[in-house]
């Protein structure tokens, strides 16, 4: 019942630009309570050519770090998590044996203000929700910022 636009077929398609974003060779732990979520991401960066550790919380990346510390390149994890220790002081207690690059993920926008923490959106820090692109988009920028 409206008029048909005369711009109708002016509008350009999304998917006209794909991005494409480099993968690694590096090993990342990742970190997320919500399984579904923690499976996303590492199918997402696997396919990218990264080893990827996955733990549902603290402790159990507490685990896998003492077993694979020499091989871990970076953390990614969510910021808030169950099981008594949150991403901040698991990345806390890692940083005092090996210093390596972090990317945080946290829906809580509160965090953004976390004293000593220099959160960056789309550096160190993904806000939920996010698209995969730009989880790799981080680790790779955070991967390089160490290296260089």
């Known amino acids: 019942y409206l008029p048909r636009s005369?711009?109708?077929?002016?509008?350009?398609?999304?998917a006209e630009k794909p991005i494409a974003f480099s993968g690694g060779t590096e090993t990342i732990l990742v970190v997320e309570d919500e399984?579904?979520?923690r499976e996303m991401i590492v199918r997402y960066l696997t396919r990218l050519a990264y080893t990827v550790l996955s733990a549902e919380n603290g402790?159990?990346?507490?685990?896998?770090w003492k077993t694979r510390k020499d091989?871990?390149?970076?953390?990614l994890t969510d910021m808030v998590m169950p099981g008594g220790m949150s991403g901040?002081?698991?990345?806390?207690?890692?940083?005092?044996?090996?210093?390596?690059?972090i990317v945080y993920m946290s829906g809580y926008s509160e965090?953004?203000?976390?004293?000593?923490?220099?959160l960056k959106d789309g550096v160190n820090f993904?806000?939920?929700?996010?698209?995969?692109?730009?989880?790799?988009?981080?680790?790779r920028a955070r991967l390089d910022e160490i290296k260089s």
């Open 6 to 14: 005369k711009m109708e077929n002016t509008i350009p398609s999304v």
């Open 35 to 37: 399984s579904a979520i």
């Open 59 to 64: 402790p159990v990346a507490l685990e896998i």
């Open 71 to 75: 091989t871990i390149d970076l953390l």
């Open 88 to 101: 901040v002081q698991l990345a806390s207690r890692i940083q005092l044996e090996k210093t390596i690059p």
């Open 111 to 118: 965090f953004i203000g976390v004293r000593g923490l220099d």
């Open 126 to 139: 993904i806000p939920k929700p996010f698209s995969l692109p730009a989880v790799a988009q981080a680790v």
